[in-house]
């Protein structure tokens, strides 16, 4: 797709830039994640990944690591003390009675399953997103649901 200025950026390559500064917010040390929930090219809400306000954070007093088995048998680790990005856009929202469905997402990972279902319950149109997290559960979960998901890889440094 041709930019009609080429020195401007796309509507997805802007919103995606601020999921990534959203990111920066991030509390947790083990990935930052930025999300922005859009509508009509207007920005409705946006979450990183942390504690719930006012709790202590993982970078203050370390995380609070759980393990659990997928049902292929797959050992992950979650922390009990993050609330994912998407959520906390959700959240954002809701506080401040913002009708988010059928808005799109940014996200700098993929969902995880837990997060793919809330959108999905939201009414999200679209899944932006940077960075594949898990994608063949994604997807297999997704069957044929019509929420898009849609890869915005990251810009190729110019040499």
């Known amino acids: 797709m041709a930019h009609a200025h080429p020195d401007r950026l796309t509507w997805n390559e802007y919103f995606m830039d601020i999921a990534e500064k959203v990111a920066e917010r991030s509390t947790c040390t083990r990935a ?14 946006t979450g990183y990944n942390g504690s719930p306000a006012g709790m202590p954070h993982c970078t203050e007093v370390g995380c609070l690591i759980y393990t659990s088995t ?6 992950e680790e979650n922390c009990y003390r993050t609330i994912h990005a998407e959520i906390n856009a959700i959240a954002q929202a809701a506080r401040h009675g913002t009708r988010i469905d059928g808005a799109d997402i940014y996200i700098t990972h993929s969902p995880c399953i837990h997060c793919l279902k809330v959108l999905l319950n939201i009414g999200v149109r679209r899944i932006y997103y940077r960075k594949p997290y898990k994608l063949d559960i994604i997807r297999a979960y997704l069957g044929e649901h019509p929420v898009e998901l849609v890869e915005i890889p990251a810009p190729r440094m110019q040499t």
Request: hydrophobic share 50%; net charge positive; proline share 5%.
């Open 70 to 75: 997928d049902p292929n048998g797959v050992v």
């Open 32 to 45: 930052k994640v930025g999300a922005v929930l859009v509508k009509e090219r207007n920005i409705l809400a």
